[in-house]
């Protein structure tokens, strides 16, 4: 599966953005998939997961309440939409494909190119 992200820019704190993930490849509805972000010198976190087949959510405490992952099967996207966003959540947000059983970052893979997400405050 090749993945790229999308719908990054500059918003002011507490606004709002969607990213968008499209998929193209092998059978996209079969995979469940995460969004992960990484800020400025810190590494990769775990940001939103949607598994493939029940559409069950999970998310980091720090986005929860915030952020809202769904995907469009017949589209071959998946969505992280944003809201009441803060300046520390500011970094490249990836989608990737789930792989292993958890949510860390080696529990992903086809990792796509990210999208910038820049929250002034």
């Known amino acids: 599966v090749q993945l790229q992200a999308s719908g990054g820019g500059l918003v002011q704190a507490g606004g709002s953005l969607r990213l968008s993930c499209a998929a193209s490849g092998r059978t996209f509805s079969h995979f469940s998939m995460g969004w992960f972000r990484q800020a400025p010198g810190k590494e990769r976190e775990f940001v939103a997961f949607i598994s493939w087949r029940s559409g069950s959510t999970r998310y980091a405490d720090s986005v929860k309440g915030r952020f809202t992952i769904s995907r469009d099967n017949a589209k071959n996207m998946v969505y992280l939409q944003m809201k009441s966003l803060k300046p520390e959540d500011t970094a490249v947000y990836y989608c990737?494909?789930?792989?292993?059983?958890?949510?860390?970052?080696?529990?992903?893979?086809?990792w796509g190119q990210g999208t910038l997400v820049t929250v002034s405050s």
């Open positions: 990737a494909v789930r792989t292993g059983a958890g949510v860390r970052t080696t529990d992903f893979g086809s």
